[in-house]
């Protein structure tokens, strides 16, 4: 861990000196393990280490100015996940910048088919066919993201990343193995690597982006890929009618059209998923 402190220390410094208001920030560490459990994974060991640049008395609704991060985990399941990421929500005034690198192994990553009418059968699930609703995936990418503000809680977004995912099918037979014997799922699309670059609007006037009390949240994006595109409309509102009671609801839709690969079939669009970025 102490390489990982060396290089994130650097770039940190590096983010500072480049900084007009450089001379006055202050970068706060923190390093610690954690346990998790699901029933799909497991049990997960990981640990997290970051850099935050604090905003110190100014009332924002970022967590913070800046802050720099490395999460690492693994599962009981052979699942994994290694992420670096970057990300200024209020260190340069009016801008926000994410960049994240993340590498990481879905090794029970649940698989019904493909289609609205796929058909689920229970008793499928057997002592010799154990997976037959799983997929091992392995994910691997590079992303960023550029905020705007445009005026008052209006933004609008620029992002690109690349890409690269790798389906494996578990032992025994399983729905994955099935479609892409019978060509439901394109073979000539697995391992699948290819950019995307996107664009959007963003209306946001969360009282606090970590813990919010009040507020909405409308997104709208467009994403093109390798031979296909995506629409994507989201909705996030929250209520908070006395003390101690808040209400949250969201709805998103998506639209695709094209040629889409498994990968991209698996996953939706949309800006970085991150309350505070």
Do not use: K
């Not at 935050?52 to 985990?73: C, I, K, N, Q, Y």
């Not at 340069?92 to 990481?104: H, I, M, Q, S, V």
Request: positive net charge.
């Amino acid at each position: 861990m102490a390489d990982a402190h060396t290089w994130l220390g650097a770039w940190a410094a590096v983010a500072v000196s480049a900084s007009p208001l450089g001379a006055q920030r202050v970068w706060r560490s923190n390093l610690y393990p954690y346990l998790s459990y699901s029933t799909t994974d497991g049990l997960w060991a990981a640990a997290h280490y970051g850099l935050t640049s604090p905003l110190g008395s100014t009332d924002r609704p970022e967590l913070d100015a800046a802050a720099l991060s490395l999460d690492v985990g693994a599962s009981t399941q052979g699942s994994y996940s290694l992420s670096v990421g970057a990300r200024a929500p209020a260190y340069w005034d009016g801008w926000r910048l994410l960049l994240t690198l993340t590498l990481a192994r879905d090794n029970r990553l649940g698989f019904f088919g493909l289609g609205n009418e796929t058909p689920f059968a229970r008793d499928s699930v057997t002592t010799t066919a154990p997976y037959f609703y799983r997929v091992s995936r392995t994910y691997a990418a590079t992303r960023a993201t550029i905020q705007r503000r445009v005026m008052g809680p209006l933004r609008v977004l620029a992002g690109a990343s690349l890409e690269r995912s790798d389906f494996r099918s578990l032992p025994g037979q399983s729905v994955f193995r099935r479609d892409v014997a019978s060509g439901i799922v394109d073979s000539t699309t697995i391992p699948f690597t290819a950019g995307t670059a996107r664009a959007g609007v963003i209306l946001d006037t969360r009282d606090n982006e970590l813990d919010p009390h009040g507020g909405l949240v409308l997104e709208g994006l467009f994403a093109t890929g390798a031979g296909y595109t995506r629409t994507t409309a989201a909705a996030r509102i929250y209520v908070h009618p006395i003390e101690r009671l808040i209400l949250a609801a969201r709805l998103a839709g998506e639209g695709m059209g094209g040629s889409l690969p498994l990968a991209a079939q698996l996953s939706m669009e949309s800006r970085p998923a991150c309350s505070r970025c």
